[in-house]
C-alpha cells in the first residue's frame, strides 16, 4: 500500500488473529531486527525488495515476495534453501 507502519503498530497488529505476518519493502535491513522482537517468532516477516531478500533472509526473515522469482522461480527457490 505504500504506507509505512511504525514498529510499535505492528506490534499491537501482529496481536490481532487475522494478521499473521508483514510484508516490508522498505529495504531497511535493521527493520526486522527491530520488530522481530516486538512480534515474536510466530509471526511472519516477509521482504518485498529483491534487492535485500537475501540479506533478510539471513537476518531471521521468514522469506520475501519477489518479483524475480516471476521469470526465475527456481534460482530463487535455490537461494532461500541455500539461507536455510
Not at 525488495?49 to 533472509?57: I, K, M, R
Request: no cysteine.
Amino acid at each position: 500500500t505504500g504506507v509505512n507502519f511504525l514498529d510499535e503498530n505492528i506490534a499491537i497488529a501482529s496481536q490481532h488473529e487475522n494478521v499473521v505476518g508483514l510484508k516490508d519493502a522498505t529495504g531497511d535491513l535493521t527493520r526486522i531486527e527491530q520488530v522481530r522482537p516486538l512480534v515474536g517468532d510466530d509471526f511472519l516477516l516477509y521482504s518485498g525488495d529483491d534487492g535485500t531478500s537475501l540479506e533478510y533472509l539471513r537476518r531471521g526473515g521468514d522469506g520475501f515476495i519477489s518479483v524475480t522469482a516471476n521469470i526465475a522461480a527456481a534460482a530463487m527457490k535455490d537461494l532461500v534453501t541455500a539461507v536455510r
